[in-house]
């Protein structure tokens, strides 16, 4: 993946200064992070190679979906 492709920067991108007071810790970033260490996998390269498998790639992210779903229900 390029450098300048969204989900590339997404997944690099740090903010700057301190959120405000109140503001929930959990991030996006935080959220990848912790499902992709539940799979296994130990760092974003590894995770980057496991993509390049689309056929895998699709059966985990439809697993995620899944099961994000039943939490909405």
């Not at 690099?12 to 992709?36: M, V």
């Not at 190679?49 to 985990?60: D, H, L, M, P």
């Amino acid at each position: 993946m390029n450098s300048d492709a969204n989900p590339k920067i997404a997944l690099t991108w740090t903010p700057e200064g301190k959120r405000k007071r109140g503001r929930p810790r959990e991030t996006w970033r935080r959220t990848a992070i912790k499902e992709r260490e539940a799979m296994g996998w130990r760092s974003w390269n590894q995770a980057e190679s496991r993509a390049k498998n689309r056929a895998e790639w699709r059966a985990v992210f439809m697993a995620l979906c899944d099961r994000g779903h039943d939490d909405d229900e």
